[in-house]
T-cell receptor, first 116, second 109 residues
Framework: DTAVSQTPKYLVTQMGNDKSIKCEQN?????MYWYKQDSKKFLKIMFS???????INETVPNRFSPKSPDKAHLNLHINSLELGDSAVYFC???????????????FGSGTRLTVV | KNEVEQSPQNLTAQEGEFITINCSYS?????LHWLQQHPGGGIVSLFM???GKKKHGRLIATINIQEKHSSLHITASHPRDSAVYIC???????????FGQGTRLTINP
């Protein structure tokens, strides 16, 4: 009954490969996010979807493509992986509703991506 | 310079000590969040603040909107409080968080 679940937890892959990370939430939230945590543990927003609509698209290489098939899922596909893509990727969700953020954010446990 | 700055970056204390972690931000915000990241890597949302003060168990978070400053306090600290504490500002008019660099807290028994 995990609230925000990401798969896989660990991903080791070679440069040039294409990979996907999946995220699912069962909290009934309407907004989902992808964050990247670099080697210095600094977190940065990448994308956000609200009700399947892209609302945040930060300056991220277009090799990264998010997809939200429904409110409960947000996947991240990465093409032509590079060494610099190695990081921990966190999925999160929140409930925005009509009047702004209702509560805090719930984070997944992270996916540690290592590109070799 | 980052829009959200935390201090100190590292803090080591003895069990039982009162802990304060500070966060200053330079942008307009709709809320300020405090997060906890455990050594295993998982992130937990501790507080969401837009004014005043909130308390949860031994944790207290305060915010001063005029001074653009927030503090996280831990009373009667315990080794299980050892973690990285992250301050994050939700930018006014946007739905994204801007994060501080985190404070690594170590509580020794």
């Amino acid at each position: 009954d995990t609230a925000v679940s990401q798969t896989p937890k660990y991903l080791v892959t070679q440069m040039g490969n294409d990979k996907s990370i999946k995220c699912e939430q069962n909290l009934g939230h309407d907004t989902m996010y992808w964050y990247k945590q670099d080697s210095k543990k600094f977190l940065k927003i990448m994308f956000s979807y609200n009700n399947k609509e892209l609302i945040i698209n930060e300056t991220v290489p277009n090799r990264f493509s998010p997809k939200s098939p429904d409110k409960a899922h947000l996947n991240l596909h990465i093409n032509s992986l590079e060494l610099g893509d190695s990081a921990v990727y966190f999925c999160a969700s929140s409930l925005l509703g009509g009047g702004g953020l209702k509560y805090g954010y719930t984070f997944g446990s992270g996916t540690r991506l290592t590109v070799v | 310079k980052n829009e959200v700055e935390q201090s100190p970056q590292n803090l080591t204390a003895q069990e039982g000590e009162f802990i304060t972690i500070n966060c200053s931000y330079s942008v307009g915000i709709s809320a300020l969040h405090w997060l906890q990241q455990h050594p295993g890597g998982g992130i937990v949302s501790l507080f969401m603040l837009s004014s005043g003060k909130k308390k949860h168990g031994r944790l207290i978070a305060t915010i001063n909107i005029q001074e653009k400053h927030s503090s996280l306090h831990i009373t009667a600290s315990h080794p299980r409080d050892s973690a990285v504490y992250i301050c994050a500002a939700r930018i006014q008019g946007a739905q994204k968080l801007v994060f501080g660099q985190g404070t690594r807290l170590t509580i020794n028994p």
